[in-house]
């Protein structure tokens, strides 16, 4: 045995090579070896007379491991077993915030939201503020996937005071990188952008790339949006790379959507139905169902841009399945959007039209700008009453105006505008882009 005072576990005595698998496997998951850690915590854990600390901390570290790795039945037992082994609150703390990472990469949002409340309540309690900022950033995560933007800004906001406060780059990071994807899930461009700008240049300081890999997707969704989609395949390439490098799994679903999408909209069509097949694939082995269903709407979009409208029916069906089981405005809109414009295509317009008031009925607090300003576009084009159709148009460009004047880069904005969707838009309102 040896009496270790150097890394985090006070004067507790721990076999010499239990200590030394610990060392090895934390310097290899701190690489993003993640693989190779779970062996050596394993190697750790196998050593007789672990004082129960050592043992809860190191299970701790493993679960985190796993959960990197999207195992996470794996990441869930190895938490659970490091909570019943603390006594201390600071610990009990962290477990809590492991567990509550887990089941939201898991999709469990109401178990995730009861494990980070605890967390919260212990991290109080013992001032433990690394936990406390963890915790609050969770459920800003768990907000923002339940369609609450503005909660998930306020928990996202005391998560990165808490961070700033405590001079932990790393998970300002982070904390930045989920501010911005929330901007994004809202159509605020340019606030998203300045956030996910920001997180990079702290990832790329720590040489942080696992961490990077959310931050350059939902960069290059943000071009996306804005029809830079030169820019956009570009920075979803640059993650694709480093997911596939680090071997993060559970990013590979939403990179591989943004790619089909990237695709789509540079007219390669059959690499993008790769891309939308594997992310789907990917996100359906991961029990993500909102990953699912947004890869089905993509899936649908593509069978409609390539006039295959039996694969978009089919689509369209198992993306209603689903968003029934989501129950979120989000997905309603979405299946109600893609209903309109797949009826459409089939020559019926009165079905197209009603599709089309439900998704709007549902669409105007669950929708980003950049697809409603395309929802009452279309409903524009399918009103029987010039008049309402006319209202529509106006909203259309209401927020093409919204999605424009806050963005600092004249180039983004004058590609966004001069893009052929935008651009037959403000022809049919009769505004000049110039002066936009």
Known sequence: MVTNTLTGFGTLDI??????????????ALAHRYHEALEHFDEALAQPDLPG???????EQRGDCHGCLGNYDAARRSGEEALSLYEDPVGRARAYVLLGEVA?????????????????????????LLSLGRAQHGLGVVQRRRGYADRSTNHLTQAL?????????????????????????????????????????????????????????????????????TAAYRTH??????????????????????LGVDLMELDRAVDARAYLEQSLEDARRLGRLDLVALALYELTRLGLREGDLPAAERSLD????????????RFGALVAFARGELRYAQGRPAEAAIALQEAALSAQTALDRGTLWKLHAALSHMAADPQIARVHLHIATDF???????????????????AAPVAAVLARAGIDPAGL
């Open 318 to 329: 198992d993306l209603t399945g689903a968003a029934d089981a989501l129950a979120a405005d």
């Open 104 to 128: 939201e990469a898991n999709g469990r949002l109401d178990e995730a939201t009861t494990q980070f409340d605890r967390a919260l309540g212990e991290a109080t309690g013992s001032g433990d």
């Open 237 to 258: 390439q640059q993650a694709y790379r480093l997911a596939q490098g680090l071997e993060a799994a559970g990013m590979m679903p939403a990179i591989c959507r943004n």
């Open 53 to 59: 600390a050592f043992r809860a901390r190191t299970l």
């Open 15 to 28: 076999p010499v090579p239990a200590l030394l698998a610990y060392r090895k496997a934390r310097a290899a």
């Open 161 to 229: 005071a808490i961070f700033r406060q405590l001079g932990n780059a790393r998970e300002q990071g982070r904390a930045l990188t989920s501010l911005a994807l929330t901007h994004l899930d809202r159509g605020e461009f340019q606030q998203s952008i300045t956030a996910y700008q920001e997180a990079l240049r702290i990832f790329d300081t720590l040489d942080e790339k696992w961490a990077a890999i959310p931050a350059l997707n939902g960069l290059g969704a943000c071009y996306q949006s804005l029809f830079d989609v």
């Open 400 to 418: 093409i105006r919204q999605t424009i004047e806050p963005l600092q880069d004249p180039n983004l904005k004058h590609g966004f505008l001069q």
